[in-house]
């Protein structure tokens, strides 16, 4: 199941591992509006990008979506 990852902070990168570790899933899209923190998951995956939440919504590929959001 291909699924996208919204926010990749602390949880974010959780997820990422947790996503990138399950043989049923791959991580297709990691998206968050901080480009610093797009640079160090690229540093990590492969993934396709998109320059908005919604383009990444009307990507027919995309099965299922995490969204980590900040722990407060």
Do not use: H
């Amino acid at each position: 199941m291909k699924v996208a990852l919204v926010g990749y902070g602390y949880w974010g990168i959780n997820l990422a591992k947790t996503i990138s570790a399950n043989p049923n899933l791959e991580l297709y899209s990691i998206f968050d509006l901080n480009n610093e923190r797009i640079n160090a998951a690229k540093e990590c995956y492969k993934f396709k990008e998109f320059n908005t939440y919604d383009d990444l919504l009307k990507d027919d590929n995309i099965e299922a979506v995490f969204v980590a959001t900040p722990p407060q």
